[in-house]
């Protein structure tokens, strides 16, 4: 009786661990037309919406220069982007999904450039928040 019910056990266990479940979603069709139609609209886009830290921003293209190259000497390991818009060249650094990312940095980085601030970046290419 005392091996027998080891065995009671093992085999029970075993036949326990071989079921499987399956779960059945039902939901409208309004829903699935909908879901489907946001995944097409995710797809075409090829930008997501992000953080950068804008460090400089200056009307003088030698200047902007000037601190591009100081701030990529400085730190190698982030990705610098500039935009021109008229009459100003911004530098902006990282590439960050979330706020809360952009905002460490951004505290590292005004010890240095006590202008810096965060910026929204729309038009940021999915790769980027990779690195």
Do not use: C
């Given at each position: 009786?005392?091996?027998?019910?080891?065995?009671i056990?093992?085999?029970l266990?075993?036949?326990?661990?071989?079921?499987?479940?399956?779960?059945?979603i039902?939901?409208?069709?309004?829903?699935?037309?909908?879901?489907?139609?946001y995944?097409?609209?995710?797809?075409s886009?090829?930008?997501?919406?992000?953080?950068?830290i804008q460090?400089f921003?200056?009307?003088?293209?030698?200047?902007?220069?000037?601190?591009?190259?100081?701030?990529?000497?400085?730190?190698?390991?982030?990705?610098?982007?500039?935009v021109?818009?008229?009459?100003?060249f911004?530098?902006?650094?990282?590439?960050?999904?979330?706020?809360?990312?952009?905002?460490r940095?951004?505290?590292?980085?005004?010890?240095?450039?006590?202008?810096?601030y965060?910026?929204?970046?729309?038009?940021?290419?999915?790769?980027?928040?990779?690195?």
């Amino acid at each position: 009786m005392k091996l027998l019910t080891p065995t009671i056990f093992l085999l029970l266990f075993l036949f326990v661990s071989t079921l499987s479940a399956q779960v059945v979603i039902e939901e409208e069709p309004a829903v699935s037309r909908m879901m489907t139609s946001y995944k097409e609209v995710n797809k075409s886009k090829n930008t997501v919406e992000g953080w950068r830290i804008q460090v400089f921003a200056t009307a003088d293209r030698q200047q902007f220069d000037r601190v591009k190259r100081s701030f990529e000497f400085r730190y190698p390991n982030i990705a610098t982007n500039w935009v021109h818009d008229k009459p100003y060249f911004k530098l902006r650094a990282g590439a960050f999904a979330t706020k809360l990312e952009a905002t460490r940095m951004l505290h590292v980085l005004k010890k240095e450039y006590a202008g810096a601030y965060l910026a929204v970046d729309k038009s940021m290419s999915p790769m980027e928040l990779l690195y």
